[in-house]
């Protein structure tokens, strides 16, 4: 009997010490908690949601698996390959195109391109395609392609404005102010345009312009100009006289402004005269008929210099 109170004592204590311990060492293992359990608990979202986060996660990433693998072996293009084929069976094909904004320009060539597509489906149609080859034609600036559902594209085309005719290599092409080649013409169906001449004088063409602004009177005059030697003008006038015109876009520009006052008192234009050459800023020749040379000072300011004959362009 003795031995056994002896036991269930020792057993208490032994019980007792044995708590005393578990709590001791829950203590201790509060003391030893994680700085991720405590960045958890600072987190203002409970356990539950916490949960709910990383389940999402774990489904998006098994989404983004099998998104990966889809694309991998094609399956998104096979989808819209069989949606585009079952649009287009519908009606949903490109079968009409209606061209705006064309003046000038054949349309012909416009067509072309919108019916020539590979893939005529409205829903697959690539719109950006088709409007960069519409640029490659040369009289179309701008243009704006969309969809009229079931069976229509519109093509809104902004032209480019023909300013001159560039002559070179014995052929004729329109340009416009940027020197962009429009299309070839006939010498017998010439527009009323000016005739630029020379090895890249097309894209000079904006610098004559500013150059005519300079003297407004004279540019309804004007005929042709020619670009020679890649630096300079010889401008053409309607009544058959050539201006030399030196070279450097302010010094010419000067020179024509001179011409068109000396003109202005004196009518120099449909007298008759052949050339007027103002190369040298210190002097105003002009080539008669005759083969006479007569030279006058530029200005009134200016003195006149020894007579000198014109000599042949370099």
């Known amino acids: 009997m003795a031995e056994a109170r002896i036991r269930r004592g020792g057993t208490a204590r032994l019980s007792s010490a044995k708590g005393r311990a578990t709590k001791g060492g829950r203590g201790r293992t509060l003391k030893r908690q994680s700085s991720l359990d405590r960045l958890i ?5 409970s356990e539950a949601t916490l949960q709910r986060m990383a389940s999402w996660t774990i489904v998006g990433i098994f989404a983004a698996i099998l998104i990966g693998f889809a694309i991998f072996f094609g399956l998104p293009a ?23 904004g064309v003046e000038r320009m054949d ?38 392609i969309s969809r009229r559902l079931p069976d229509t594209l519109v093509v809104d085309i902004v032209e480019r404005d023909p300013v001159a005719v560039w002559q070179h290599g014995g052929q004729l092409h329109l340009i416009d102010v940027a020197g962009v080649v429009l299309q070839p013409v006939s010498a017998s169906a010439m527009p009323d345009l000016p005739l630029v001449v020379g090895p890249n004088a097309n ?20 005929a042709g100009a020619t670009w020679v030697g890649n630096r300079r003008w010889d401008l053409r006038f309607q009544s058959g006289e050539t201006l030399s015109l030196p070279e450097g876009d302010k010094v010419s520009a000067a020179a024509l402004v001179n011409f068109a ?11 008759g005269i052949v050339k007027f050459d103002m190369r040298d800023p210190d002097r105003f020749v002009l080539r008669l008929p005759q083969g006479k040379v007569e030279e006058r000072p530029v200005d009134a300011a200016d003195t006149a210099a020894s007579a000198a004959p014109l000599g042949e362009e370099g």
């Open 41 to 45: 608990e600072a987190l203002p979202v």
């Open 78 to 100: 096979m989808m819209q390959q069989q949606a585009a084929l079952i649009a287009a069976r519908a009606g949903f094909e490109v079968d009409k195109v209606e061209v705006r």
């Open 107 to 144: 349309e012909l060539p416009v067509y072309n391109i919108a019916l020539g597509q590979v893939d005529r489906s409205m829903l697959s149609l690539d719109l950006p395609k088709v409007r960069a080859d519409m640029l490659k034609l040369g009289w179309v600036k701008d243009a704006r």
């Open 203 to 222: 894209r000079q063409t904006a610098g004559l312009n500013r150059l005519m602004e300079n003297a407004p009177a004279l540019k309804p005059m004007l």
């Open 261 to 271: 006052r000396m003109d202005g008192v004196n009518r120099l234009l449909g007298r």
